[in-house]
């Protein structure tokens, strides 16, 4: 007889982002682009830049105790830490190691997961499966990027895209319903092309070469991610809501990855919803990856949008090709 699951939610949520402002004016003056170029292709006004010196751990750090704190999890008891991330620290060790240290949680093992800006959902499924079967108590799953060191500044088609920040979540088993009700996974690798950074890896490694020609930096082509986007997160709040058992019209708010406000928009109007029911903050924080979701639904909770008992759904795309979707009652 298999052995039952426990069900498992979100206890603590936090994010966190840096104070440097970047507008669209200032842009202006570094490439060949506009201010209304930008908000009428991507609706982003502004981002927010991680200062030199400043690693993806760092940003990590103050969402990982703002959730802690929400959760009334002491450090010391945490049993996993995972953090989802394109932009870590250092190749190795895992960028999870190091908020595992800085926060004083000793007994947790930590790795980081690599799923694009499907990141943090990805996160979630695998910090949720240890509690489910009792083996870990309570887990620490992060979205955190810099992607500003990883960015072409001379490259007007990525960097007006992209942010830094971070967001966090307690995970522990459900209390008052309070749980992650389903998850839907997917990739597709034979798109890696449209969405990778070429150097740096085993397969193109570091040289004066690689570096000259920009190849440590993010390359994207935009058309390709649109369309793909657009067609996966219908599918994925789709396949979420059935095998959880929701229906669209019970859900009271969806999150998705900002990347995009048309993006978002369109995937409104393939679900027949209107845009209130999406949290958006793409117009002040930009595309910061695995970062957006957490640091979206943070938001919307600390603004009273989310109630005890509402269902929420999380959806995301991203380099792999990645894309998933969980449904919560939070």
């Known amino acids: 007889m298999a052995p039952s699951l426990r069900s498992v939610g979100i206890l603590g949520i936090g994010s966190h982002v840096p104070e440097r402002v970047l507008t669209n004016a200032e842009l202006e003056r570094m490439v060949d682009t506009s201010d209304e170029w930008i908000i009428t292709r991507t609706g982003i ?47 190795f060790p895992a960028t999870a ?16 997961l690599g799923a694009g800006c499907t990141g943090f959902i990805y996160a979630l499924a695998v910090g949720a499966q240890p509690i489910a079967t009792g083996l870990y108590e309570n887990a620490l799953v992060i979205g955190a990027e810099a992607l500003s060191k990883i960015t072409d500044w001379t490259d007007r088609r990525t960097c007006v895209l992209l942010g830094d920040g971070a967001g966090a979540a307690v995970l522990a088993p459900a209390e008052n319903g309070r749980e992650l009700l389903s998850f839907y996974l997917r990739s ?26 920009h190849l440590h930096y993010i390359h994207m082509n935009g058309q390709e991610i649109f369309k793909f986007a657009v067609r996966v997160l219908e599918e994925a709040i789709l396949v979420a809501l059935d095998r959880a058992g929701v229906s669209l019209d019970q859900v009271k708010l969806i999150v998705p990855h900002q990347a995009n406000i048309r993006i978002i928009d369109a995937a409104a109007k ?27 639904l943070d938001e919307a909770h600390r603004e009273g949008r989310i109630q005890p008992g509402d269902y929420v759904v999380l959806v995301a795309f991203g380099a792999g090709l990645t894309w998933g979707a969980t449904v919560l009652r939070w």
């Open 188 to 213: 597709d690798g034979s798109g890696w092309s449209s969405l990778h950074i070429p150097a740096g890896g085993t397969r193109l490694p570091a040289t004066e070469a690689t570096v000259r020609d």
């Open 270 to 296: 393939r679900l027949n919803l209107p845009m209130d029911r999406f949290v958006c903050n793409v117009d002040r924080y930009g595309n910061t990856s695995a970062a957006s979701i957490p640091i979206a």
């Open 97 to 112: 190691g190091l908020v595992q240290d800085k926060l004083g949680a000793s007994k947790a093992a930590a790795f980081d």
């Open 45 to 91: 006004c502004e981002r927010r830049i991680a200062e030199d010196g400043t690693a993806a751990s760092d940003l990590a750090l103050p969402a990982a105790r703002q959730a802690l704190e929400m959760a009334q999890v002491a450090p010391e008891d945490l049993d996993l830490v995972v953090v989802a991330t394109v932009s870590p620290d250092m190749p």
